[in-house]
């Protein structure tokens, strides 16, 4: 299993894990962590993280699945989240899903076949007061139009190609 996570992350996340009351408070940690140098979290990645936290595989892939920016199947360098939710739609979130669509070529939740980009749909991103929004990784973009979406979509391939 050390080949999901380096050995000193691994003793690090242990010590966490028993500084806490409740190891399930750190589920999601242990699975970023997976993430972070997997790429993804593969069914090994769930079991390793229940064994650290001392749970049941279930348990932890429970956690995983609600929570959408764990990936529990391969996925592109970067994330597209597309906010499908309300204050989005009524501010024309709508042409924006279906512009990043024709652009990409692909459709929600598949992988472009530079393994670039993968398109997901998401719940609020608590940017409401710009929408429509996305996220790409750590990167919030909000008011977006079809304009700027690709003009986003640019510097995001620009920076991928550094
Ligand atoms: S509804 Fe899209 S950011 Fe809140």
């Not at 956690?63 to 764990?70: E, L, N, P, Q």
């Amino acid at each position: 299993m050390s080949e999901l996570l380096p050995a000193e992350e691994i003793a690090e996340l242990k010590r966490q894990i028993a500084a806490v009351h409740e190891p399930r408070e750190l589920i999601v940690e242990v699975l970023q962590a997976v993430q972070q140098h997997h790429g993804w979290v593969p069914d090994a990645g769930v079991e390793l993280a229940a064994k650290l936290l001392g749970l049941s595989p279930l348990q932890v892939d429970e956690v995983a699945t609600f929570y959408d920016k764990i990936y529990r199947s391969p996925v592109g360098r970067k994330v597209i989240h597309v906010c499908d939710s309300i204050c989005c739609w009524s501010r024309g979130a709508e042409s924006v899903y279906r512009h990043l669509q024709q652009c990409l070529g692909i459709a929600p939740g598949e992988t472009t076949s530079d393994g670039l980009f993968t398109l997901l749909p998401t719940c609020c991103l608590g940017a409401c007061g710009e929408a429509p929004a996305m996220r790409i990784g750590d990167r919030l973009y909000g008011e977006l139009t079809v304009e700027r979406v690709d003009a986003i979509l640019a510097e995001e391939r620009q920076e991928a190609e550094v």
